[in-house]
């Protein structure tokens, strides 16, 4: 679960940097994104956490062992 959260976190912070997409405010993640002036490039933020936990969701299923019955 951790690997695969990392990923989609590394992701995001790629695609988010290489867009030059800066947070004006120091908390909030994606609540501040509706605030004006708060988010610069508000598209490729929202791009790069949807890719982002596109990645994760799609690894943790992957990576996740299938739970055991009991009997």
Request: proline share 6%; charged share 5%.
């Amino acid at each position: 679960m951790i690997a695969a959260l990392m990923v989609g976190s590394a992701l995001t912070g790629g695609i988010s940097m290489a867009a030059g997409a800066e947070l004006k405010v120091p908390h909030g993640g994606i609540f501040v994104l509706p605030i004006p002036g708060a988010v610069t490039h508000v598209v490729a933020s929202g791009a790069a956490i949807l890719c982002g936990t596109l990645v994760s969701a799609i690894l943790v299923g992957l990576l996740k062992r299938p739970a055991v019955q009991s009997a």
